[in-house]
């Protein structure tokens, strides 16, 4: 077809491709977007893309889909006694949009919590500020162990056992990272003297990570917390805790131990 410029229109002169709609010219002088049945799609007035005036006609920025021999809308605008603009796409092209300012959501002003939840970049940030991203574990002696120069043994619901086993075992209920874990000892009847002692996390019977190399037995109650940790576990992972004992000059008594962990995930 010829080239025709917008100035030249005439009235309900169209501009166009055929079966494609296109710019046609209104009897008032307004130039609109019709489509290929020549229905009014909006009109163009003042720098201005528009939809009809009927409630419920809408005007669509779509881009073709290729391979799928069809068309995508990212933008919908509906008229209507309360007029609508959908976007229907999170990502336009390859860009995700800019994150707009809220003062009113659903006619209540969110608060600065709520909308801490609403700018969480995934489910886990979200956990996150909610607080419910942590899962804790722990295990507590229930009787006293005798200690002696130089043993190793591992912490479990009743002795300090010398035997690593599956009464030294925990299983983690989440996949996640162990981020902190304190540990608490104390001395039911002999304190010892004040030599250190070193306690370890041990993932799957393999792999030691070293908590503390200052641990004591010589008081009633002591405690060690242990932060910033990073070990991983997921699902049929397990972990002990082994203490290695130094030589005393006067060997604790009566030992009790408690750790407490904490699995972020």
């Known amino acids: 077809m010829s080239e025709v410029n917008i100035s030249e229109l005439n009235d309900s002169q169209v501009i166009g491709w055929l079966n494609r709609g296109g710019l046609k010219a209104s009897a008032d002088g307004e130039i ?9 799609l909006g009109a163009l007035s003042a720098a201005q893309v528009r939809t009809g ?9 779509q881009a073709r889909d290729v391979d799928g021999t069809s068309w995508t809308s990212f933008l ?6 309360t007029p609508t603009c959908a976007i229907d796409r999170t990502v336009i092209g390859a860009t995700t949009p800019a994150a ?15 909308l801490s939840l609403w700018d969480a970049a995934d489910a886990a940030a979200a956990r996150s500020t909610l607080g419910v991203n942590k899962h804790y ?9 005798a200690i002696g120069d130089g043993d190793t043994r591992y912490v479990t619901e009743a002795i300090l056992t010398t035997a690593e086993g599956y009464a030294t075992r925990l299983y983690p209920m989440h996949t996640g990272t162990i981020t902190r874990v304190i540990v608490q000892t104390s001395c039911q009847a002999v304190n010892g003297s004040n030599e250190t002692a070193t306690v370890y996390l041990r993932k799957n019977a393999s792999s030691d990570t070293t908590l503390s ?13 242990v932060t910033g940790l990073n070990v991983s576990v997921s699902s049929g992972d397990y972990f002990t805790f ?5 030589t005393y000059a006067t060997n604790p008594t009566g030992v009790l131990m408690r750790i407490d962990v904490e699995i972020t995930y």
């Open 76 to 81: 919908t605008l509906t008229a209507g006694n």
């Open 32 to 40: 609109g977007l019709w489509n290929e049945a020549e229905s009014a």
């Open 137 to 145: 574990m722990s295990l507590s002696q229930s009787s006293g162990s």
């Open 242 to 246: 082994k203490v290695a004992f130094p």
């Open 53 to 61: 005036v009927s409630s419920g006609n809408s005007l669509q920025l």
């Open 100 to 114: 707009a300012t809220f003062t009113t959501i659903n006619g209540k002003t969110p608060s600065a919590f709520g």
């Open 213 to 225: 190399s200052s641990v004591q037995f010589n008081s009633a109650r002591q405690v060690y917390d």
